[in-house]
């Protein structure tokens, strides 16, 4: 099994971090990952413009599961900007989640972004398409 020190090494600039609110979810949503089921996620513009350090078309993302472990790493192939009220069905079923439609795309990322601190249907995502490129 690879650190995530090992994983950083291996991909210079990888940043580790967990898909999903809750550690069940981590794992869910990591699970979905490997199998192919999920090649899209996005979220708020707001949180991205906070972190230190943003991904980038190219970046190489290290996901862990719900105890912080290693599972895989991603490639980051596209990113855009679009308001949740513009998320399409098709990048709804990239997602990966639910019954893949976008009625339950719709639902569990207001419930998310509300509990993160902010919802609106006009707010600002960013939505990332990725490429599995390692399973751990």
């Keep these: 099994m690879c650190t995530v020190d090992e994983l950083k090494i291996k991909y210079p600039g990888a940043n580790a971090w967990q898909i999903g609110d809750s550690p069940e979810l981590a794992n869910a949503l990591a699970d979905l990952v490997i199998k192919g089921l999920k090649t899209a996620s996005c979220g708020s513009l707001a949180a991205y413009q906070q972190e230190a350090f943003a991904p980038r078309i190219g970046s190489h993302n290290i996901i862990l599961n719900g105890e912080n472990v290693p599972v895989c790493v991603i490639r980051l192939v596209s990113m855009r900007l679009v308001r949740f009220c513009d998320v399409t069905a098709e990048f709804a079923r990239k997602e990966g989640e639910g019954d893949l439609s976008l009625a339950y795309w719709r639902k ?9 601190g902010y919802f609106a249907e006009d707010m600002e995502l960013i939505a990332e398409e990725f490429d599995v490129v390692e399973v751990l």
């Design 108 to 116: 569990e990322h207001q419930r998310f972004f509300t509990q993160e």
